[in-house]
């Protein structure tokens, strides 16, 4: 049969604005986030990560907003560079129980920076 | 650099070959996680190991397995290839079992002919 390949969400923006990635992540019992960031031909990187007794976290030119309430994520970039370009995907803990630790990743989201 | 380093980099076999692909986790990290990148599918999680016992499984097919070795290396084996196993494969480091960073390796990109 066809092989259809992921049809990845895109965001192009212009270097220096912002950028926000969205992501809605499946189980509402999920208690930790991450968001990864994968260059072509590259391992993912990991960017932050938020647990779900948090609503927001910042780090260098990034913050994380948790809405567990719609089940949604987000990534803010400020002031994006053309380095940031890449494919960004947020990944949920969806392994049961404290002892269990399983990553699912979303199908990720392409930001191309133009410069 | 993450620290996390994969073996080979490219590998192109045959179908109903077996290949064993390496990682060595970051210095100090205990835990070792192995991960299937398709382009269909996304990046799905396999199986994971800490301290070399078993300790997580995905979407992990009954032809392949893994293990974890005394000084913290990881080999997952992949047997009875078919044209469908092409995919990179990544390895990736935490140093605790569970809700940790996880640091990825560079891949190893498997081309099944």
């Known amino acids: 049969g066809e092989s259809v390949g992921l049809h990845l969400p895109t965001l192009s923006v212009q270097e220096g604005d912002n950028s926000i990635i969205n992501c809605a992540y499946s189980n509402s019992a999920s208690d930790y986030f991450i968001w990864y960031k994968q260059e072509s031909g590259k391992g993912p990187q990991f960017i932050i990560d938020?647990?779900?007794?948090?609503d927001k976290r910042q780090g260098q030119r990034v913050t994380v907003l948790l809405n567990k309430t719609v089940k949604h994520l987000s990534l803010q970039i400020a002031a994006t560079q053309p380095g940031d370009s890449a494919v960004y995907f947020c990944a949920e803990n969806t392994g049961s129980g404290g002892s269990n630790y399983k990553l699912t990743f979303g199908k990720g989201t392409l930001l191309t920076v133009n410069p | 650099d993450s620290g996390v380093t994969q073996t080979p980099k490219h590998l192109i076999t045959a179908t109903g070959q077996r290949v064993t692909l390496r990682c060595s986790p970051r210095s100090g990290d205990l835990s070792v996680y192995w991960y299937q990148q398709s382009l269909d599918q996304g990046l799905q999680f396999l199986i994971q190991y800490y301290n070399g016992e078993e300790r997580a499984k995905g979407n992990i097919l009954e032809r392949f397995s893994a293990q974890q070795f005394p000084d913290l290396h990881s080999e997952l084996n992949l047997s009875s290839l078919e044209l469908g196993d092409s995919a990179l494969y990544f390895c990736?480091?935490?140093?605790?079992?569970?809700?940790?960073?996880?640091?990825f390796g560079p891949g190893t990109r498997l081309t099944v002919l």
């Open positions: 938020i647990r779900s007794n948090m």
């Open positions: 990736a480091s935490s140093a605790r079992a569970v809700l940790d960073t996880q640091y």
